[in-house]
């Protein structure tokens, strides 16, 4: 049957349009059920039995939910206890026109076969077919389309054998509706009532939205604007656009980051609540510029919000507190206040229930484990259950009544405390994406057993003969680099940089190649690696073991004995490692003066022109940093950690690094000879000099000079910086210079002018040697073997804006990544000091606050904060001097670098934020610091200390 | 035109009985041919109808699209109209030979439409000088068997009462910027007042008499013909004369006359019928052109 779908559009051209289509009814539409005889259909999606256990329907029935059920409700139609659905397309395509991300997730449930959802065409169906009548809205025309269609199959399904028979529950949370489909006989229930009575999903209950909103007839914030003032704001220059990150340490802080033209942005703070007016960190917001006489310096207090205040007073004062911070016009910053939400950028945020401390409430504080993200309230009735739970919320909004936003409970990631949990929680915070391969990505995989096959062979250079040998540190088994060296007979050496070919493997646009591009790097966690590519890839057919054949990418230099590079060429090859050592092993063999053969050999010819190169790149102004690296010694059955200790580093190590550098910077050289708008390069640029302004003070209080003006300068100062009898200073100094740097970040040629690498020293420079866990370096690869024509090009490789738009994904993946190492390092630091029990150490002070220190703890790498001001005790007497900087405490004042000595224990009262906390012991203060804790028992120790 | 062969004693004999006022079809001379109307043909026309009238049968399609007000008239839209002779009325159609009539036909149109009263032309005005509604009135001839103004004149009027235009209104922000917004309710929609739209009443002169709805064979025993469009309160909008022969002033005063009484007898049913098609809504049982 045909029938003619007539509507009116506005072209783009602004004139109007009327579009007429057909539209076909079909008799042969099946109801998808199992039950159903009259149906020929050859498949059913529907169940015979369905199991959703439920206090309101005990007797079998399907869910037919509208739209606003899936928009507002999806995750819970995505838990696994949800099944047989029935999505009408009417609801389908409201929900496609509403919200793509929730269309979908809605067709990925569609398309699980675990799941039994079943789409119903509804609008070809000749029986549920209805036209819009006159008068009727859109959405008044798709609410009666759900009602046919609900009573269509209750009719249909009431035709089956009496036993056998289903009901159909439409689910609405819309009253109206609700009482319309009451009154043509169907059943009928909102979403709330339904799920809080479905027995077997325990934690589905509190997902239900609050439809209710906590409402108080207190307005805390000002209104938002819409909109379109905000743009015509934005258009005249009374608002400024920025992106808003809130403070770790200070929840009444903020600043927005604001974009201006080229280089020229600039930073707004945001003080205060009012001001803050419920934007979330990473939101995009219109602040508006408060005049220069309300500017205010950033303030230095760490605030932490403590909970639910049932008063405003304690926030008032905290405010009050925050305003009286150092008012020297100098350090004043633009401050100005939000005034309207352009883009909200929430996503579903992790963190644990903190309980009502009315019993039987069912509104409850969410605390997100980001201490940036506010409290978020939510209502459940299964908070016992939750609590000590890690959850995921989703933030559903903010009412300017509402002290906090409202949300609603996602899912559970496990208790709180377990690793499994923690380290998820960990991805998830830090955006790491760490599900499995799809199995788009693995059928991309080479077919096992794989092997070296002629026509390989034929386009690459042999050079199984050469002795290869890779050094990596132990345990790795993504060897993505190995070396060579060897005289030549004119008396130069010949070295080999071999780097494991995963281009070969991965080829463009492919569903690896975009997964591996999206992922960006592997990551590397305490105990856990989440590789970028499969592990058949990484671990086995890239990883270039020992004594098997693998395909590389080489790089070859001619080298004289000044270690001066006479030639340098590019081939693809195959090789066959003949050892894969530890950075132990290697330093074994070069040190043996017994062992001789081919390998030890090579080591050491390597060994000797490394430090040749090393001692010239440092001659030209490249950073020895540092920064307190930890590694854990893991019982390898219970994976705690049992033993840390900070990183070694061998003569191996910067032999292996130095090389590294050396390929990268010849392939740099390479690739942007060969295109000089597309090549993938790596700059580190050179730091503002006011960011050096902590390290001069610090350097000040020693009385001690250091040169900041070119990296050359830094390095000898920092090398003449020595202290008698403070050994560490040096080292505390590189630590603080470290936190001067800038990122370095990967940028493609065509779009940049500055190639400079800083750190290095050197004009140029890119990542090569470890296309396993960097998908930059895959990008450089591909360059290179077009470069020497290995390889065919793409068009993506040679679109500039293709290749920037991949560099600010993988420098945020690096970030991401770096910031979630350091997490899973903080985590298992905790862990260890939890077997530990309390322990007295001595420390340095690294930053002074204005109401705290900050120590770091030289034997294990560890940093806290040892706070002077405490909730239950009077302050002590605090005076701070941001000049020196410097902090009074009754008298006592601290300085940068002093000796303290402090008592570490586990903070665990808060066990989403566990935290390593820290008093002073010594210098003794008295009110301020503590009594040395009892030592450990001697057995304990004996075997911890070792 | 398309035109038949008569015979001299043909003619005769019609001659004769428009003398008798009986006309070989058993018409008096004043009557019209068996008329039909359907409206709401063409889905997507903002406004169609198709009438046939004996065997003359036109298709007439509305089209309402934005344009800009003539400098002139800039609080006013406008009628554009164009005639399209189809080949599938008369072979003589084919190529271009129905272009010669066509634009006979619409210039009548225009003439017909060149005045204030017929069609509310400031309704049509969606912000003066800026914006307006132009309605395109396309005419398909189907087939042609005499009397092509009447027949399309019914068929304009009909599509005109059922076009439908939609409801725009002018959202203005600010900065005086005008925007277009458009209402999603596809019954939300303007329709226009066609009781002042006049139709056409052509009188050929047969012998000394003059007839309503003249047959291809009665148009050809005639020498001249004149075409008045008349108003449902019998107002004359225009007046024409066609064909070779000449009419003397007494029976053009005559002619007119006959024009008027028959032009308000033939708005009054039509009106009605229109109105009555209308009412039956979504439950009309559609002919089409099968029908």
């Known amino acids: 049957m045909l029938k003619s779908k007539t509507f009116v559009k506005k072209t783009r051209s602004g004139g109007i349009m009327k579009i007429v289509r057909e539209h076909y009814l079909r008799d042969d539409i099946w109801c998808g059920s199992e039950v159903c005889t009259e149906c020929k259909q050859e498949e059913t999606v529907l169940q015979k039995d369905t199991y959703i256990e439920s206090n309101l329907c005990s007797f079998p029935h399907y869910l037919l939910p509208d739209t606003n059920i899936v928009l507002s409700q999806i995750d819970i139609l995505e838990d696994p206890l949800i099944k047989n659905v029935i999505i009408l397309q009417t609801v389908l395509q409201e929900v496609r026109h509403r919200s793509a991300p929730i269309y979908k997730r809605l067709k990925d449930i569609l398309h699980d076969k675990e799941k039994h959802f079943y789409t119903f065409t509804n609008e070809h169906h000749r029986e549920t077919y209805i036209e819009r009548e006159q008068g009727e809205s859109a959405n008044d025309r798709n609410d009666r389309a759900i009602r046919i269609s609900t009573k269509w199959y209750s009719d249909h399904l009431n035709n089956t054998p009496t036993d056998k028979r289903l009901k159909v529950v439409l689910l609405t949370n819309d009253r109206g509706n609700k009482e319309k489909a009451e009154e043509s006989g169907l059943l009928t229930y909102r979403c709330k009532k339904q799920h809080t009575t479905v027995t077997s999903v325990p934690q589905d209950e509190t997902a239900v939205l609050t439809s209710n909103e906590i409402t108080s007839s207190k307005v805390l914030f000002p209104e938002h604007l819409p909109l379109s003032r905000i743009q015509s704001g934005i258009k005249s220059g009374t608002f400024q656009q920025g992106t808003f990150r809130a403070s770790r340490d200070n929840y009444l802080e903020a600043t927005v980051f604001v974009h201006g033209e080229g280089d020229d942005s600039t930073e707004v703070l945001i003080q205060g609540l009012q001001n803050l007016n419920r934007a979330v960190h990473q939101d995009l917001v219109a602040v508006e510029i408060l005049p220069l006489n309300q500017w205010v310096a950033p303030s230095s207090v760490v605030l932490q919000d403590e909970g639910p205040k049932e008063d405003d007073v304690t926030e008032e004062e905290e405010e009050a507190e925050l305003k009286s911070g150092p008012s020297g016009a100098a350090s004043r910053k633009p401050t100005g206040r939000v005034v309207g939400i352009i883009k909200r950028n929430w996503r579903p945020f992790c963190g644990m229930l903190f309980l009502s401390q009315i019993k039987e409430a069912t509104r409850h504080l969410f605390t997100p484990a980001d201490r940036r993200i506010p409290r978020i309230r939510i209502e459940t009735r299964q908070a016992a259950t939750l609590a000590g739970q890690r959850i995921m919320v989703a933030v559903d909004g903010w009412p300017k009544h509402s002290r906090y936003p409202n949300g609603h409970f996602v899912r559970s990631l496990g208790s709180a405390g377990d690793k499994e949990t923690e380290t998820e929680v960990l991805l998830l915070e830090h955006d790491v994406p760490h599900q499995d391969f799809s199995q788009a990505v693995l059928s991309f995989l080479p077919k096992m057993p794989w092997n070296i096959t002629e026509e390989d062979m034929a386009v690459r250079e042999d050079l199984r003969n050469l002795t290869v040998c890779s050094v990596d540190p132990p345990g790795c088994t993504d060897i993505d680099d190995a070396l060579h060296c060897r005289d030549l007979p004119n008396g130069n050496q010949e070295v080999g940089v071999h780097i494991a070919d995963v ?6 646009g492919n569903a690896m190649d975009l997964e591996a591009a999206n992922r960006g790097t592997t990551v590397y966690l305490t105990g856990r690696r989440i590789d970028m590519v499969p592990e058949l890839l990484s671990s086995n057919l890239c990883s270039l073991r020992s004594s098997v054949e693998r395909l590389a990418f080489s790089c070859i230099w001619e080298i004289n004995d000044k270690a001066e590079i ?5 081939t693809k090859s195959v090789i066959n490692s003949k050892a894969s050592l530890t950075y132990a092993e290697a330093q074994m063999r070069i040190d043996d003066a017994n062992m001789n053969d081919d390998t030890t050999k090579s080591l050491r010819g390597l060994n000797r022109l490394a430090k040749i190169l090393k001692k010239r790149r440092i001659e030209k102004g490249a950073l020895t940093l540092s920064s307190p690296e930890v590694r854990f010694h893991i019982d390898s059955e219970t994976h705690d950690p049992i033993d840390l200790q900070t990183k070694e580093l061998k003569e191996t190590n910067s032999m292996v690094e130095e090389f590294m550098l050396l390929a990268n910077i010849s392939v740099a050289q390479k690739i942007y000879d060969e295109f000089s708008e597309c090549a993938l390069l790596r700059k580190h640029p050179a730091p503002p000099p006011s960011n050096y302004d902590i390290l001069n003070k610090a350097a000040k209080s020693k009385d001690m000079v250091i040169h900041t003006d070119s990296a050359k300068a830094l390095a000898d100062s920092l090398d003449a910086a020595q202290v008698d009898g403070f050994p560490y200073f040096n080292t505390l100094l590189r630590i603080l210079a470290t936190r001067c740097m800038m990122q370095a970040v990967y940028f493609c040629s065509g779009m940049d002018s500055d190639f ?31 470069a020497i024509g290995a390889d065919s090009t793409y068009p993506d490789l040679m679109d500039k804006h293709k290749q920037s738009a991949l560099c600010n994904n993988l420098n945020y ?6 910031y979630a190492q350091r997490a899973s390092v903080a985590y298992h630091t ?18 002074v606050r204005k109401n705290a220190i900050i120590v770091l703890i030289p034997k294990f790498g560890l940093e806290g904060t040892v706070f002077f001001e405490n909730k239950d005790k009077p302050s002590p007497k605090l005076i701070f001097n941001e000049e020196v900087p410097s902090l009074t405490v009754e008298g006592h004042s601290f300085n940068m670098f002093d000796k303290v000595k402090v008592t570490i224990s586990l903070d665990a009262s808060n066990v989403q934020h566990q935290k390593i906390r820290m008093s002073l012991v010594e210098p003794v203060i008295s009110g301020v610091s503590v009594a040395p804790s009892e030592p450990e028992p001697e057995v304990k120790r004996a075997k911890l200390d070792r | 035109m398309a035109t038949v062969q008569v015979s001299e004693a043909e003619k005769v004999y019609i001659l004769h009985g428009v003398r008798d006022d009986l006309r070989v079809d ?5 009557d019209y041919r068996h008329m039909e109307i359907e409206t709401d043909m063409v889905s997507n026309t903002d406004g169609s109808a198709k009438v046939t009238l004996g065997h003359t049968d036109v298709l007439v399609g509305v089209k309402a699209e934005m344009g800009k007000p003539r400098p002139m008239v800039p609080d006013e839209g406008y009628l554009e109209f164009f005639v399209d002779c189809s080949a599938n009325a008369t072979p003589e159609f084919e190529g271009r030979g129905g272009d010669e009539l066509g634009m006979e036909l619409s210039n009548t149109l225009y003439k017909v439409f060149n005045n204030r009263y017929s069609v509310d032309l400031k309704s049509l005005c969606i912000s003066r000088g800026e914006h307006c509604w132009v309605l395109y009135v396309d005419v398909l001839l189907l087939q042609c068997d005499g009397n092509l103004f009447d027949a399309i004149s019914v068929a304009i009027k009909a599509a005109l009462f059922n076009t439908k235009i939609p409801k725009v209104h002018i959202s203005e922000d600010e900065e005086g910027g005008k925007e277009i917004e458009l209402s999603d309710d596809p019954y939300d929609c303007m329709r226009l007042n066609v009781e002042n739209v006049p139709c056409i009443v052509t009188l050929c002169k047969v012998g000394h008499r003059h007839v309503v709805d003249a047959t291809l064979q009665e148009k050809a025993c005639s020498v001249a013909s ?3 469009s008349v108003t449902h309160k ?7 004369k066609v064909g070779g022969g000449s009419l003397d002033p007494e029976s053009i005063f005559e002619m007119t006359e006959t024009g008027k009484r028959v032009g308000k007898a033939l708005h009054a049913p039509l009106m009605e019928l229109l109105q009555e098609e209308e009412s039956l809504g979504k439950k009309r049982q559609k002919v089409g052109f099968l029908g």
Not at chain 1, 503 to 508: A, K, L, N, Y
Not at chain 2, 234 to 240: D, L, Q, S, Y
């Open chain 2, 26 to 30: 058993g018409r008096g001379c004043e």
């Open chain 1, 566 to 570: 006479v030639k340098t060429r590019f």
């Open chain 2, 234 to 240: 019998g107002t004359v909008t225009c007046v024409r």
């Open chain 2, 226 to 228: 004149l075409i008045i």
């Open chain 1, 830 to 847: 905790q862990l260890f000091f939890k077997s530990r029990g309390i322990l007295n150490e001595e420390g340095f002070i690294l930053f």
């Open chain 1, 756 to 786: 400079h690498h800083y750190g290095l020293a050197s004009p140029i420079y890119t990542h090569f040697t470890s296309p396993i866990r960097r998908y930059s370096d895959i990008i450089v690869h591909r360059l290179l073997a077009v």
């Open chain 1, 813 to 818: 993946r690096h970030k991401m990544a770096q």
């Open chain 1, 503 to 508: 281009s070969h493997f991965i080829r463009p």
